[in-house]
């Protein structure tokens, strides 16, 4: 048996070893290596108390009640800059199902294995340095990991009734570890998650949030979904999804909103998209059981993008995802219905959505597109029309020399419209800005300075309040701007 271990973690375990302490590889690093699979992180168990581990290593860091210890490397990898390094422990209760109510520290390796969650995480490697560095291995597997390892089964450490009474995150890490490892929930441990899901409402969201977001970065992110619903556990932190279940839609979909919404985010997580493309493809019709009137094939959902937007928004912050993330959502969402014909569809149309959903997003919101086409069981992701509409985006972003719309665009700016018209610093200067702005949005011809000091004198003409329209004209949305040509598209193509 032969393993690729980190001269950085080697040296922590020799050292502990040669002031005769006896410490392990433990967890999922000790899983991953039985993989073949390179550890995201290293941890070390050991019998020395934490004061020990720290008079050996003067640089490490202890910070917790927990007996872990972060010891400094001179590494600049990151995940071996500190590698954590815990004394053998016994644990608790744990009355807010989250940490112990305190640590008792243990004797052995196996006490310290019997506290950890699943089988194949209760696993520790014992090293033998030998001198001419032919270490020896020895697996320590006092609860038969590696058989649950080679028959991809995913079972708790124990009576799965307590394990998720100690830990209540448990019981998303076994679905997210399914999934990751495309194994098997062992039946008791299923059923154990199944009848104990409501804890997982005492879990910080944040906690809960990281745990969803690595099932959704996985190939098998679908299938995450799915468990996480068969478990139980979707309505617990996510109850607008389960919103969709059984709910049909028109004739224009084959599947019910929310196999609709699983089949895109499967189709974008097979074809590793980011997260932010895979959490609006997942997403992006939540609000189509609210806005949904009348039954069968000839049902609609009118305004279903702003009432998915604002699900979306508050469904993402009360997980506490961060503002960027958030930001980039709420856009794919909000303009996912965007409707396209070459026939009809102007370039001032595509400037405007590019205005809307900034160019950095333009492409990654026709990603959503494909997954939203493919969730909806059309045939194609990428139709003639999706084909037509990147081609134009990419000539339209040419000649516009790859800039995002913005008051930037304007060959004229602030100061220089004062200098003309003699305005004073103000709103009004602002609402000229963005009156120009819509106007060469429009046509870019008129982006020349001759017309736009013509154009700006004009415009500081008119009183306050006509100033005022036509810069609520400018500020409208996307579709409340295009809102006559989305109902030609619609009527020639039916389309609701």
Same mark, same amino acid.
């Given at each position: 048996?032969? $393993?690729?271990?980190?001269?950085?973690?080697?040296?922590?375990?020799?050292?502990?070893?040669?002031?005769?302490?006896?410490?392990?590889?433990?967890?999922?690093?000790?899983?991953?290596?039985?993989?073949?699979?390179?550890?995201?992180?290293?941890?070390?168990?050991?019998?020395?108390?934490?004061?020990?581990?720290?008079?050996?290593?003067?640089?490490?860091?202890?910070?917790?009640?927990?007996?872990?210890?972060?010891?400094?490397?001179?590494?600049?990898?990151?995940?071996?800059?500190?590698?954590?390094?815990?004394?053998?422990?016994?644990?608790?209760?744990?009355?807010?199902?989250?940490?112990?109510?305190?640590?008792? $520290?243990?004797?052995?390796?196996?006490?310290?294995?019997?506290?950890?969650? $699943?089988?194949?995480?209760?696993?520790?490697?014992?090293?033998?340095?030998?001198?001419?560095?032919?270490?020896?291995?020895?697996?320590?597997?006092?609860?038969?990991?590696?058989?649950?390892?080679?028959?991809?089964?995913?079972?708790?450490?124990?009576?799965?009734?307590?394990?998720?009474?100690?830990?209540?995150?448990?019981?998303?890490?076994?679905?997210?570890?399914?999934?990751?490892?495309?194994?098997?929930?062992?039946?008791?441990?299923?059923?154990?998650?199944?009848?104990?899901?409501?804890?997982?409402?005492?879990?910080?969201?944040?906690?809960?949030?990281?745990?969803?977001?690595?099932?959704?970065?996985?190939?098998?992110?679908?299938?995450?979904?799915?468990?996480?619903?068969?478990?139980?556990?979707?309505?617990?932190?996510?109850?607008?999804?389960?919103?969709?279940?059984?709910?049909?839609?028109?004739?224009?979909?084959?599947?019910?909103?929310?196999?609709?919404?699983?089949?895109?985010?499967?189709?974008?997580?097979?074809?590793?998209?980011?997260?932010?493309?895979?959490?609006?493809?997942?997403?992006?019709?939540?609000?189509?059981?609210?806005?949904?009137?009348?039954?069968?094939?000839?049902?609609?959902?009118?305004?279903?993008?702003?009432?998915?937007?604002?699900?979306?928004?508050?469904?993402?912050?009360?997980?506490?995802?961060?503002?960027?993330?958030?930001?980039?959502?709420?856009?794919?969402?909000?303009?996912?219905?965007?409707?396209?014909?070459?026939?009809?569809?102007?370039?001032?149309?595509?400037?405007?959505?590019?205005?809307?959903?900034?160019?950095?997003?333009? $492409?990654?919101?026709?990603?959503?597109?494909?997954?939203?086409?493919?969730?909806?069981?059309?045939?194609?992701?990428?139709?003639?029309?999706?084909?037509?509409?990147?081609?134009?985006?990419?000539?339209?972003?040419?000649?516009?020399?790859?800039?995002?719309?913005?008051?930037?665009?304007?060959?004229?700016?602030?100061?220089?419209?004062?200098?003309?018209?003699?305005?004073?610093?103000?709103?009004?200067?602002?609402?000229?800005?963005?009156?120009?702005?819509?106007?060469?949005?429009?046509?870019?011809?008129?982006?020349?300075?001759?017309?736009?000091?013509?154009?700006?004198?004009?415009?500081?003409?008119?009183?306050?309040?006509?100033?005022?329209?036509?810069?609520?004209?400018?500020?409208?949305?996307?579709?409340?701007?295009?809102?006559?040509?989305?109902?030609?598209?619609?009527?020639?193509?039916?389309?609701?």
């Amino acid at each position: 048996m032969k $393993f690729n271990i980190p001269v950085e973690v080697l040296t922590i375990i020799q050292q502990l070893q040669k002031n005769n302490f006896e410490a392990y590889l433990v967890g999922g690093c000790v899983r991953d290596l039985l993989l073949k699979k390179e550890p995201k992180d290293w941890d070390i168990a050991t019998q020395a108390k934490p004061e020990e581990i720290q008079r050996i290593f003067p640089e490490s860091i202890y910070e917790n009640a927990f007996g872990t210890v972060g010891i400094k490397t001179s590494s600049e990898q990151e995940n071996l800059k500190i590698i954590e390094t815990t004394t053998f422990r016994k644990e608790g209760k744990y009355t807010d199902k989250r940490h112990p109510d305190y640590v008792v $520290f243990a004797e052995t390796i196996e006490e310290d294995l019997s506290r950890r969650d $699943f089988t194949i995480n209760a696993l520790a490697l014992k090293i033998d340095f030998q001198e001419n560095l032919k270490n020896r291995f020895q697996i320590i597997d006092p609860f038969n990991g590696q058989k649950d390892l080679r028959d991809k089964i995913i079972r708790t450490v124990g009576n799965p009734e307590e394990r998720f009474q100690e830990d209540a995150l448990r019981l998303m890490r076994a679905i997210r570890l399914a999934v990751e490892l495309n194994f098997k929930i062992e039946e008791k441990t299923f059923s154990a998650i199944q009848k104990m899901a409501s804890l997982l409402q005492q879990i910080a969201p944040e906690r809960i949030r990281d745990e969803f977001v690595k099932i959704i970065l996985t190939p098998l992110a679908a299938e995450g979904i799915l468990l996480l619903h068969e478990a139980n556990l979707l309505k617990q932190f996510l109850p607008e999804l389960e919103e969709g279940v059984g709910v049909g839609q028109n004739k224009h979909h084959v599947y019910s909103v929310f196999e609709h919404l699983w089949r895109s985010l499967d189709y974008a997580a097979r074809n590793n998209y980011s997260l932010e493309v895979r959490l609006a493809a997942l997403f992006h019709d939540l609000g189509k059981p609210r806005t949904k009137e009348g039954e069968g094939p000839n049902s609609t959902f009118y305004n279903h993008e702003m009432e998915s937007t604002k699900m979306v928004y508050n469904l993402m912050t009360r997980l506490r995802f961060d503002k960027k993330t958030i930001k980039k959502v709420i856009k794919l969402v909000r303009y996912h219905g965007f409707v396209y014909d070459p026939e009809i569809t102007t370039d001032s149309s595509i400037r405007r959505l590019i205005l809307k959903v900034g160019k950095e997003n333009i $492409f990654e919101l026709a990603k959503l597109r494909e997954a939203d086409r493919i969730g909806s069981g059309c045939p194609k992701a990428k139709p003639f029309r999706l084909r037509h509409f990147l081609f134009r985006v990419e000539k339209i972003l040419k000649e516009m020399a790859g800039e995002q719309p913005s008051l930037k665009m304007l060959k004229i700016n602030g100061n220089e419209i004062m200098k003309i018209t003699n305005l004073q610093p103000g709103p009004k200067v602002g609402a000229i800005l963005n009156i120009l702005l819509e106007e060469i949005l429009d046509d870019p011809l008129k982006n020349e300075k001759k017309y736009l000091e013509k154009r700006a004198k004009e415009l500081s003409q008119l009183s306050d309040k006509e100033l005022e329209e036509k810069q609520k004209m400018a500020k409208e949305t996307y579709l409340d701007l295009l809102k006559e040509e989305e109902e030609q598209l619609k009527k020639k193509h039916q389309v609701v």
